[in-house]
């Protein structure tokens, strides 16, 4: 898409890298985050790192804001606090509400297949860091080779 108005819901690392795509394509974007800060307990530096590359655009960033509810050319929010509300108009809307573990039935499948041991490690078990999936990663194959 181009030339629209985008809302982007949720400021982590995906509602951020969205976001810059969705800038470099000459779309006008909000950022609508709850928290009362940018991209909640994310590493400072690439929350730094993907702020240099958005500040080069006109993107609006709206810091504790609820999404209440998406109209046909507008989105419904209020303000955390005081519970006001306001109509932001939108063409398009961007769902980026956070992350959870998603292995649904691959542990099953892969075992029936004869894949004698089946571990779930880093974002498959806990939404997590680089550093967490490696420790993960790490911790689990240990248990398996002593």
Known sequence: ITGKRVVVVGSGMTGLETTEILNEDGN?????EMAPELA??????LVDDEMERISKYDTRIM??????GVEDGAVIVADAE????SRLEADEVVL???VRPATGNMVTELSARGIR?????????????IADACHSAYDSVMKYIR
Do not use: M, Y
């Open 82 to 85: 005081s519970g006001v509300e």
């Open 40 to 45: 909640p307990g994310t590493w400072f530096q």
């Open 63 to 68: 810091l504790g804001t609820k999404l209440l």
């Open 28 to 32: 006008h974007v909000t950022i609508i």
């Open 117 to 129: 041991t089946v571990v779930p490690v880093g974002d498959a078990v806990k939404s997590g860091t």
């Open 96 to 98: 980026s509400l956070g």
